[in-house]
């Protein structure tokens, strides 16, 4: 669905481009979509020279459920030392957080296509346990306990 995005910004970017064909939920559940992207980033670096690219010049990018693996990715990547370091991260639209999903952004939004509020925690879901028997729950909020989201609140809150 994306190579001709990924062929148009290495031509136009002049870079190379590196795109993970990882595994889909709901056939395979989280970490395999992960452990497939964190291992192909992590190959991409050790091999950097093969491929020409200058290791200052490594970014990872994402949209949508990518967004999420190329933020995951980044964040287990942050402390090697033994890997060049990324430059940075482009994130187009990440699913990001599943602890709230009545947040503005996800009320303001809520009928927008492409992805209805309903339609991102289902997805969230089935990349988690392949199974949405408790969407409801989820779209309440009562699938996270009351300790988690005020240990949270700060970094997830309509403040």
């Known amino acids: 669905t994306h190579e001709k995005l990924c062929r148009f910004i290495a031509r136009e970017g002049e870079s190379v481009v590196v795109s993970v064909g990882y595994r889909l939920a709901p056939e395979h559940k989280y970490p395999a979509a992960y452990e497939d992207c964190l291992n192909a980033t992590q190959h991409f670096l050790q091999h950097l020279e093969h491929y020409g690219v200058d290791p ?3 970014t990872v990018c994402g ?3 990518g967004g999420n693996l190329a933020a995951a990715v980044s964040q287990t ?3 090697r030392s033994d890997l ?3 430059r940075a991260q482009i994130l187009i639209y990440p699913g990001l957080q ?15 296509p492409l992805l209805f509020r309903e339609r991102a925690a289902f997805y969230m879901l089935q990349y988690v346990n392949g199974n949405a028997t408790k969407l409801e729950e989820v779209l309440e909020g009562s699938h996270i306990p009351v300790d988690i989201k ?9 403040d």
């Open 56 to 58: 200052a010049r490594v």
């Open 63 to 65: 949209d949508s459920a």
């Open 77 to 79: 990547l942050a402390g």
């Open 84 to 86: 060049p370091r990324l």
């Open 98 to 112: 599943a602890l709230d999903f009545n947040l503005p952004s996800y009320q303001q939004n809520r009928g927008v």
């Open 150 to 158: 005020l240990k949270y609140r700060k970094w997830v809150s309509p």
